[in-house]
């Protein structure tokens, strides 16, 4: 059973910062988006840092522990700019898998597939980020806009280094 009080829009509130609740529907769709998609890699980043093994374990299980923390702290900041914005902030595995573009069905099992999997992963999410971005820009959300562009930066470091420690 639904309970309709949880699924109503909270308040809207009228803020003075000069950012609008009117108006700001696309760029809180978008932070959904980068939340799915933060959560998702958050979980899959997880589960490289427990099953992978090898030669690189040691490197690969402190690098991943590194990112699955940056992605921690990363989701609740998204999900926190949501609720500033006015909006509810998605906290259900049914809507991360249906919005984000990390593949997240099935745990990998070799190394090399966890790795080319996260490198893929990582670069996917920036990609889109890239909008996120241009649609703050666009709504002339700079808070948005900066903390999104540093998630893109964060993701591309990400992909810098699962290369480097495999190559
Ligand atoms: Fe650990």
């Given at each position: 059973?639904?309970?309709?009080?949880?699924?109503?829009k909270p308040k809207e509130t009228t803020s003075?910062t000069?950012i609008a609740r009117e108006g700001n529907d696309?760029v809180a769709?978008?932070?959904?988006?980068?939340?799915?998609?933060?959560?998702?890699?958050?979980?899959?980043?997880?589960?490289?840092?427990?099953?992978?093994?090898?030669?690189?374990?040691?490197?690969?299980?402190?690098?991943?522990?590194?990112?699955?923390?940056?992605?921690?702290?990363?989701?609740?900041?998204?999900?926190?700019?949501?609720?500033a914005l006015g909006h509810?902030?998605?906290?259900?595995?049914?809507?991360?898998?249906?919005?984000?573009?990390?593949?997240?069905?099935?745990?990998?099992?070799?190394?090399?597939?966890?790795?080319?999997?996260?490198?893929?992963?990582?670069?996917?999410?920036?990609?889109?980020?890239?909008?996120?971005?241009?649609?703050?820009?666009?709504?002339?959300?700079?808070?948005?806009?900066?903390?999104?562009?540093?998630?893109?930066?964060?993701?591309?470091?990400?992909?810098?280094?699962?290369?480097?420690?495999?190559?």
């Open positions: 059973m639904v309970n309709a009080a949880l699924q109503a003075q000069g696309a769709q978008m932070l959904g988006d980068a939340l799915a998609d933060s959560f998702s890699l958050y979980l899959k980043t997880l589960g490289v840092h427990w099953n992978i093994v090898g030669p690189s374990f040691f490197g690969l299980h402190k690098l991943t522990e590194a990112q699955y923390q940056d992605l921690g702290a990363a989701i609740d900041a998204i999900a926190e700019r949501i609720r509810l902030a998605p906290a259900a595995f049914g809507d991360y898998a249906e919005r984000s573009v990390v593949e997240s069905k099935t745990t990998i099992a070799t190394a090399d597939q966890m790795i080319k999997a996260l490198i893929r992963d990582n670069e996917a999410v920036a990609r889109r980020l890239r909008k996120a971005v241009a649609a703050a820009d666009e709504a002339e959300d700079v808070f948005t806009a900066d903390m999104l562009t540093a998630r893109i930066g964060k993701h591309e470091e990400n992909v810098w280094m699962l290369k480097a420690v495999t190559a």
